[in-house]
């Protein structure tokens, strides 16, 4: 099967993780990865993997803007605002991993076929992609009048980039909740762990439904989106049946990292990059049906 190219600016933890998982993808050809430290540890294994390493950031990208047909923006919301205007200028469809959330929000296993020819998708937060999924699930049988969700993570988890960017990371989820999941209201809450040893990522979904409760169809349709989820995130589970109290559903999730460059602790890293490479490959096999 032909591939598709595409490239990674942001050579982080996120970067370097989404670098390892492209690797073992069957329709996407990971080009070069672009950052402005040369020195970093994700520039380093890019040059060491063989792939083009940029230190000049999107500059350096643009000035050889024929490497990637689709770009995945690993850095942070302020920059992805700046990246975004010109990566569009130069025609590539962007796969945004920061809460800048300019481009419709999206979750593979929710509405991913909704926008298989976006320019530019964001991918929410990693506390939207871990929980939005349960969300929407509950209210496709019932509907949600209001969602709650608590992400809680590791402290050693959470770089530069996500302390950076807190504010936008429970505005985005709230909206995400709300557009995506299909609540009436959404609120989210980050909490950084600092327990020793590292826990996994934990997150908790509290919904309440209107109507009388179907206590069998939200429980089998809170399963079957996990299952859904799965296929992208392995990791991704529920930590125990979902308790449903008259209109109250709760759900208790965790999401183990693939631990390819970064701990098992880390899901909340994994379930982002590994979100992002599923959009992608269906943004790939769009362009390579398309083409045949």
């Known amino acids: 099967m032909s591939k598709v190219k595409v490239a990674i600016i942001g050579s982080g933890n996120i970067g370097t993780d989404l670098m390892l998982k492209l690797g073992r993808s069957e329709v996407l050809e990971l080009t070069a990865v672009v950052g402005i430290d040369p020195e970093s540890d994700g520039l380093k294994r890019a040059r060491e993997l063989g792939y ?37 200028e130069a025609g590539k469809q962007v796969l945004d991993l920061t809460p800048a959330a300019i481009g419709p929000a999206v979750i593979p296993g929710v509405n991913i076929s909704e926008h298989l020819n976006t320019e530019n998708i964001n991918l929410i937060t990693c506390g939207g992609q871990a929980t939005i999924p349960i969300v929407h699930a509950i209210n496709r049988v019932q509907s949600v009048e209001y969602a ?56 908790t979904v509290h919904c309440l439904v209107e109507g009388p409760v179907d206590e069998v169809a939200i429980s089998n349709s809170i399963k079957e989106m996990v299952e859904v989820v ?59 049906h398309a083409n045949a």
Request: proline content about 5%; hydrophobic content about 40%.
């Open 148 to 203: 709650e969700i608590v992400a809680t993570i590791s402290s050693k988890s959470a770089g530069p980039g996500t302390r950076a960017n807190i504010d936008e990371f429970t505005q985005t989820t709230a909206r995400g909740i709300e557009t995506v999941g299909g609540a009436n209201k959404g609120k989210a809450i980050i909490i950084l762990n600092p327990a020793e040893p590292p826990i996994m990522m934990r997150d």
């Open 52 to 88: 083009k390493a940029i230190d000049t950031g999107i500059d350096g990208f643009l000035a050889e803007p024929d490497l990637a047909d689709i770009v995945f923006d690993a850095t942070s919301a302020k920059a992805h605002i700046h990246h975004a205007k010109l990566l569009k």
């Open 230 to 288: 799965q296929g992208y995130v392995p990791g991704y589970r529920l930590r125990q049946e979902p308790i449903i109290d008259e209109n109250k559903v709760t759900v208790f999730l965790e999401v183990e990292g693939a631990g390819d460059y970064l701990p098992a602790y880390s899901g909340n890293l994994d379930i982002m990059t590994a979100a992002a490479v599923k959009v992608a490959e269906e943004w790939a096999k769009t362009k390579i």
